[in-house]
C-alpha cells in the first residue's frame, strides 16, 4: 500500500517565523507535489519535482521553497511564515509525472499562522 | 474565469435519491478527467476517471462532453456515506501538464 506521510497534521506559527513541512513516500515515486487547498480554491500547486534536487514552480510559489536532497523525501518550507498561508498543505507523489489516476496524497498539514 | 469551476454546493438530498453534479473547463485542449472525493479534513482520494464514451461504477456514472466543456457525475440510490465533497479534476493546463482542480462540490444526505 502506498504510503505518503505527513509528519506534521497540525501547527501554530507565528508571523514571520519560518515554517518546514516535511512529506515522505515509501514507494520510490519519481514525482513529487506540493498542494494548498483552501475553501472553494480547490488545490492550488505550490511546487513540484521530478528528481532529486530537481524543483519546478506551480501555479503559487511566491512565498514558498522546497527541497529534495532524497527521493522519498519533499520538504516544503515557508521562509517568513504570514497570515494569509493559513491553510490547508497536501503533499502527493506519482510515480506517473500527473496523471491522474495515480497520484497519492498524503493526509495534510493544517497551518494556522497567527 | 476560473480554470475548472463547479457549483460549491452544498447539494442537501435525502437516503436513496439521485443527484447530479457538473463541472466546467476552460481549455479546450484538456486531455484526462476525473473525479474525486475528499471526506472531511482528509485527503482527496480518486473516486473514478472520465471516459469520453462515459462510464459507470456501481451507483457513479460520469459523462464527459467535450463540445460543451463540461463533465459530470450522477449518484443513484444516495447513501448517507456519500456525504462528502467531489472534485472534478482536469489534466493538461499549466506548465508541465499538471492536475487542475476545482473548487468542489459539498454533497450532505440525510437521513
Known amino acids: 500500500d502506498v504510503k505518503v506521510t505527513q509528519s506534521s497534521r497540525y501547527l501554530v506559527k507565528r508571523t514571520g517565523e519560518k515554517v518546514f513541512l516535511e512529506c515522505v513516500q515509501d514507494?520510490?515515486?519519481?514525482?513529487m507535489f506540493w498542494y494548498r487547498q483552501d475553501p472553494g480554491l480547490g488545490l492550488r500547486l505550490i511546487y513540484f519535482s521530478y528528481d532529486v534536487k530537481m524543483k519546478e514552480k506551480g501555479d503559487i510559489p511566491e512565498g514558498y521553497s522546497v527541497s529534495r536532497e532524497k527521493k522519498e523525501r519533499f520538504s516544503l518550507i515557508l521562509e517568513s511564515a504570514s497570515t494569509n498561508q493559513t491553510s490547508m498543505y497536501l503533499c502527493?507523489?506519482?510515480?506517473?509525472?500527473?496523471?491522474?489516476?495515480?497520484?497519492?496524497f498524503g493526509e495534510g498539514s493544517w497551518l494556522t499562522v497567527v | 474565469r476560473k480554470e475548472v469551476e463547479q457549483d460549491p454546493g452544498p447539494f442537501n438530498v435525502p437516503e436513496g435519491a439521485t443527484v447530479a453534479f457538473n463541472c466546467t473547463y476552460s481549455?479546450?485542449?484538456?486531455?484526462?478527467f476525473f473525479w474525486y472525493r475528499q471526506d472531511c479534513r482528509k485527503e482527496p482520494k480518486l473516486l473514478m476517471s472520465?471516459?469520453?464514451s462515459g462510464n459507470e461504477d456501481g451507483r457513479f456514472t460520469a459523462q464527459l462532453n467535450r463540445a460543451s466543456q463540461y463533465i459530470s457525475l450522477l449518484i443513484r440510490d444516495s447513501k448517507l456515506s456519500d456525504s462528502a465533497t467531489y472534485l472534478c479534476?482536469?489534466?493538461?493546463?499549466?506548465?508541465?501538464?499538471?492536475?487542475?482542480f476545482g473548487g468542489g462540490t459539498r454533497l450532505m444526505v440525510k437521513p
Open positions: 472520465v471516459y469520453s
Open positions: 514507494m520510490d515515486h519519481e514525482n
Open positions: 502527493a507523489s506519482d510515480p506517473d509525472g500527473s496523471s491522474g489516476n495515480t497520484i497519492y
Open positions: 479534476v482536469v489534466n493538461g493546463y499549466n506548465a508541465g501538464n499538471m492536475l487542475t
Open positions: 481549455n479546450s485542449a484538456s486531455q484526462s
